[in-house]
């Protein structure tokens, strides 16, 4: 009895143990990256003629920000030769990604999830066009195709949040202000869609885009950045672009 005792005690310690380190896989407000750099982690996953790098923000001075791209809105997707540039590991299955972005044009552009290589990985992209105020879930496999939907009007040149959830074969897509990204967990989706093609991968970006506050974690209890790299201050979403 007291070694049966004893084994189970130590197997829920570990299982305790084991929860409690899981995982922030990544997070960064870019600050610490050089105008011009590439953010410590990220790489160039396919080679096409686009540069990501760290610019000035447009709209909130004083801030930094990724951009996916140092060409035009229409020469930066990789399907007309851009580059993507990601973030992580490919062996990522489960996790939530929540950031800000800013979409300079009014154009198709997004970031990718469950990134493998160029012809496969899932893309959360901001539809233009006829379909402006559109954001889609599509699968790229050689082709594209569209497995969910949700409209959200966005802005150029307007900071923006979003919350991607990728459990299984079933992702969700939150849509907001910079002050309702706290409330994204008790929200509903703005895109639900289901593809079972690809079980893990990287996150990247797509297009033509500025993303800032970058969290990637498994777990709600995973999703804080801490703003001030100097002195660990974490702040609330609300306050990130005062």
Not at 29 to 55: M, N, Q, R, Y
Request: with cysteine; net charge negative.
């Amino acid at each position: 009895m007291r070694t049966w005792f004893l084994v189970s005690a130590c197997g829920l310690a570990l299982s305790i143990a084991t929860h409690g380190q899981a995982k922030q896989l990544y997070s960064s407000d870019f600050e610490d990256t050089a105008v011009g750099a590439l953010p410590a982690g990220w790489e160039k996953v396919w080679d096409g003629a686009t540069t990501a790098s760290v610019i000035a923000d447009p709209v909130v001075g004083g801030n930094r920000v990724l951009s996916s791209s140092d060409l035009g809105h229409d020469a930066s997707r990789h399907d007309v030769g851009g580059s993507i540039y990601g973030v992580g590991d490919v062996g990522w299955t489960d996790y939530i990604v929540e950031y800000d972005a800013l979409f300079p044009f009014d154009f198709y552009m997004g970031s990718l999830f469950r990134y493998q290589d160029d012809t496969n990985f899932h893309l959360f992209d901001r539809r233009s066009a006829g379909e402006a105020g559109t954001f889609t879930f599509y699968h790229q496999a050689g082709a594209w195709t569209a497995f969910g939907s949700g409209v959200y009007p966005t802005d150029v040149d307007t900071w923006y949040s979003f919350r991607l959830e990728i459990t299984g074969d079933t992702f969700k897509a939150y849509v907001g202000t910079p002050a309702d990204r706290e409330g994204f967990i008790s929200a509903d989706p703005v895109v639900e869609g289901s593809n079972a093609t690809l079980e893990n991968g990287k996150f990247a970006l797509y297009g033509l885009i500025y993303i800032d506050n970058l969290v990637i974690g498994e777990t709600n209890g995973d999703m804080t950045l801490d703003v001030d790299s100097r002195s660990k201050l974490a702040v609330s979403w609300a306050d990130l672009k005062r």
